[in-house]
């Protein structure tokens, strides 16, 4: 995970860690009402605590399991996690993709998983290399024309 990630995984948990306790006090507040069984407020609170909660869990865990790589340090032409690299594909189409980690996909427009068909092929390869990328749609052939660590 790249530190941008781990940033924006924490922020997330200190999001959810300020709401819950007002959750619950609404959840609280609507179970002194009366009959929960017909209490949407108490109903619905309950289910927004539960994934308060479930959502929490996971990003304790995940944060807590998570290896931080910062990009800065890595140096050369070889892609590694991090990387920015601008590949060019048979139709001298260019492309910029920044490999990270899968919690952070889509965060960012061109950041890859290193485990998607595009980020497992460029790992490990260099700069100026032509290499077949097998996606679902079809196998492309892309050459690599940058590799920054930024």
Excluded: C, W
Excluded at 31 to 53: F, P, T, V
Excluded at 68 to 91: L, S
Excluded at 117 to 130: D, H, V
């Amino acid at each position: 995970m790249t530190p941008e990630g781990a940033r924006t995984l924490s922020d997330e948990l200190a999001r959810l860690r300020s709401q819950r306790p007002k959750v619950v006090q609404e959840v609280a507040d609507a179970a002194a009402q009366g009959d929960r069984s017909e209490n949407a407020e108490y109903i619905y609170g309950k289910k927004k605590l539960r994934e308060i909660d479930r959502r929490m869990y996971f990003l304790t865990h995940r944060l807590k399991d998570a290896v931080v790589v910062d990009p800065k340090e890595q140096r050369g032409d070889k892609v590694f996690f991090g990387a920015t690299v601008t590949v060019e594909d048979e139709d001298g189409v260019l492309a910029t993709y920044r490999i990270v980690g899968e919690d952070e996909v889509g965060a960012n427009k061109g950041d890859i998983s290193f485990k998607s068909p595009i980020g497992r092929a460029l790992i490990g390869k260099k700069l100026g290399e032509t290499i077949i990328v097998h996606r679902p749609s079809g196998e492309v052939e892309i050459t690599i024309v940058t590799v920054k660590y930024v």
